[in-house]
């Protein structure tokens, strides 16, 4: 017996019916129709069947639903089913350790450059936020420093020095008419972030760094997951409020409000976006565009908040059929790597002899030139063979043409292996919905919310 299966037997004894919502009754008397979504210090959340959250003390529900309520939670308990978080208050101080030019924390190390130590502890401390954030949340996802480091890498630069940086790796990455005001920089394994001197750790600064964070400690995934996945998620958790070190994810729309209106000048009468099926076709261009991200984080937004139990469930389902596939994914990059790395080192060595081959060349010719006429060109049954000229050096053998054929034979495999991966993906999220019956309860989500979203 499959999990869907289970499920609705389960609600089937308890006699109400997946997707239409149970009647749940209050001892003054009122009552209401909807879906539960968690319980926490004694109140129980639930949505209802016209999206609306209500909050109701356990104590007030009639002792039937309470015990529905137990059961119910006993259940979700046994299958590990997990809700989304409605708040996320970091649990410690963070210790930062070093200084002053590179400082430790427990998963970040930081190259301050001349950042002072109280802006540093501030940054760091977001930093640590997230990733504690990212981690509590039920993704699936195992986040740890890219191999072989132990820790996260960071770097802190003035401005002009980020931008003489940034302008040799990373100009692909800058979104037309917008300012960096950060950047991870997946070639490097580092995230760089342009800090004055006298500067505030300021509300405008957060979310950069909450979203270069997200992708920071998403390194070993950014092969395998997409690219509207990736940035979609990035601007969801930049939008989320932080307040006094904790991740409102109970104010979560008034935070995708405030960025659609503040970033992408977007009313929510009127929410363009691009269609999820061309969004999220397999393969599909990302022109890093402003509709790009806001369409990303939108869809991103319905799949954790407003599509089915509100609880992340389609997103669970994406990131899980991603996640059974990393390892053998994993190992076809790594051939595909060693093909290059072999090569490459192949290249180093044949031009450390060619350095020498340059020389030996130089210092015979040097030798001549002062007037030497005896040179020692090899010792054989302890005799000196010698010669009037110097010995000619052997010629370093070219390591011959790249292996572009292997190359790009295992790239393409491992492109279609991801791609299946992404497919698969996808299904998985949609369920036994058709694209257009996916979009349209997007569409009728958000209406609920009092947004009017449009797809182009």
């Excluded at 997990?82 to 190390?109: C, D, M, N």
């Excluded at 043409?401 to 492109?415: C, D, H, N, W, Y």
Aim: glycine share 6%.
């Amino acid at each position: 017996m499959n999990v869907r299966l289970i499920v609705f037997v389960f609600f089937y004894l308890l006699g109400i019916s997946p997707g239409i919502g149970k009647e749940w009754k209050t001892r003054e008397g009122p009552s209401f129709y909807g879906d539960f979504v968690s319980s926490e210090k004694g109140v129980v959340l639930i949505k209802t069947n016209q999206g609306n959250l209500v909050e109701i003390r356990r104590e007030r529900l009639i002792e039937s639903d309470l015990k529905f309520l137990e059961k119910l939670e006993l259940y979700r308990s046994e299958i590990g089913v997990t809700t989304w978080p409605r708040k996320i208050r970091t649990r410690s101080e963070v210790q930062l350790t070093g200084g002053p030019a590179t400082y430790h924390t427990e998963h970040f190390q930081i190259d301050a450059g001349n950042t002072p130590r109280a802006t540093v502890a501030q940054l760091v401390t977001v930093m640590e936020d997230t990733l504690e954030a990212i981690s509590t949340i039920p993704t699936g996802l195992e986040l740890k420093p890219p191999a072989p480091a132990t820790y996260f890498q960071t770097r802190f630069m003035d401005r002009a020095s980020f931008n003489r940086e940034f302008a040799k790796v990373g100009m692909h990455l800058v979104i037309p008419t917008q300012k960096v005001r950060g950047a991870y920089i997946a070639a490097k394994r580092e995230l760089w972030l342009p800090v004055e001197a006298d500067s505030l750790v300021t509300e405008e600064l957060i979310p950069t760094l909450v979203h270069e964070v997200c992708h920071q400690t998403m390194h070993d995934w950014l092969p395998l997951l997409p690219v509207w996945f990736l940035e979609g998620f990035a601007e969801y958790m930049a939008a989320i409020p932080y307040e006094n070190r904790t991740f409102r994810f109970d104010q979560s729309e008034e935070g995708l409000r405030k960025v659609l209106a503040a970033r992408y000048q977007t009313a929510p009468s009127a929410v363009n976006v691009i269609h999820p099926l061309k969004l999220s076709a397999v393969g599909a261009p990302w022109g890093n565009t402003m509709m790009e991200y806001s369409s990303a984080l939108v869809l991103v937004y319905f799949l954790i908040h407003l599509d089915g139990s509100g609880n992340g469930d389609a997103l669970n389902r994406f990131v899980g059929e991603v996640a059974r596939s990393r390892e053998d994914a994993s190992n076809l990059l790594s051939d595909l790597q060693n093909i290059a790395d072999s090569y490459n080192s192949k290249v180093a060595t044949y031009r450390k002899e060619i350095e020498e081959y340059q020389r030996k060349v130089a210092v015979a010719a040097a030798q001549m030139r002062s007037g030497q006429r005896v040179f020692v060109h090899s010792v054989s049954d302890g005799k000196l063979i010698i010669a009037g000229t110097p010995p000619r050096p052997p010629v370093p053998v070219a390591p011959g043409e790249a292996p572009i054929q292997q190359i790009s034979s295992g790239r393409e495999k491992t492109l279609d292996f991801i791609t299946g991966i992404n497919q698969r993906a996808m299904s998985a999220m949609i369920g036994k919905r058709s694209i257009e019956e996916f979009s349209g309860q997007m569409k009728e989500a958000y209406l609920r919310r009092g947004f009017v979203v449009n797809f182009f």
